[in-house]
């Protein structure tokens, strides 16, 4: 190889050191609110405020900087109308009006779930481990598909 094609190559090969990776874009920050109670504090009457002027929650959260809702859904809460699959298409529609991204939170239980309690749903009780693992799988999905199919598909879910 003479010594000007030995030089350039080097020279091809050092920029390609220093010129390092390309830089990745920077990864989405989130701000959030859970948002779950929003309807049934509305059937009770509560008025929220800014200002003194009266507001919409979603859009009150919206306008302080969140940029998704996060919203809960639990199995078969027959103890509540709220957080079942009617109330929370009305959360997602409610969070899309107001510009908000929606976090959907499966809590794969009828009730409150945390890390310190997770009840399986009623009717997952007597399953198998399983059987327990299709149930929730179909749930998830059967969940999913009727959000999507409604146009309400979350964009995120945990």
């Given amino acids: 190889m003479s010594m000007t094609r030995s ?3 080097s020279l091809l090969a050092c920029a390609a050191l220093l010129s390092g990776p390309a830089r990745a874009e920077r990864p989405p920050s989130y701000l959030g ?3 779950s109670y929003a309807n049934e504090m509305d059937d009770c009457g509560a008025v929220y405020r800014s200002g003194g002027k009266v507001v ?3 859009a009150f959260f919206k306008s302080a900087g969140a940029n998704v809702a996060r919203i809960r859904i639990w199995n078969d809460p027959t103890w509540t109308p709220y957080s079942n699959l009617r109330d929370v298409k009305k959360s997602i529609a409610r969070a899309r009006a107001a510009g908000l991204q929606v976090l959907l939170d499966f809590h794969y239980s009828d009730d409150w ?3 310190d ?3 399986a749903p009623k009717a ?3 399953l198998s481990t399983p059987d ?5 799988y179909a749930f998830t999905h059967d969940t ?3 959000l999507d199919r409604e146009g309400l598909m979350p964009d995120l879910v945990q």
Wanted: charged fraction near 25%; aromatic fraction near 12%.
């Fill in 33 to 35: 609110v859970d948002i």
């Fill in 113 to 115: 779930a945390d890390g």
């Fill in 144 to 146: 999913l598909t009727t």
């Fill in 132 to 136: 327990q693992a299709k149930a929730l």
């Fill in 7 to 9: 030089f350039g190559v």
């Fill in 56 to 58: 919409e929650q979603y």
């Fill in 117 to 119: 309690k997770q009840l």
């Fill in 124 to 126: 997952w009780e007597t």
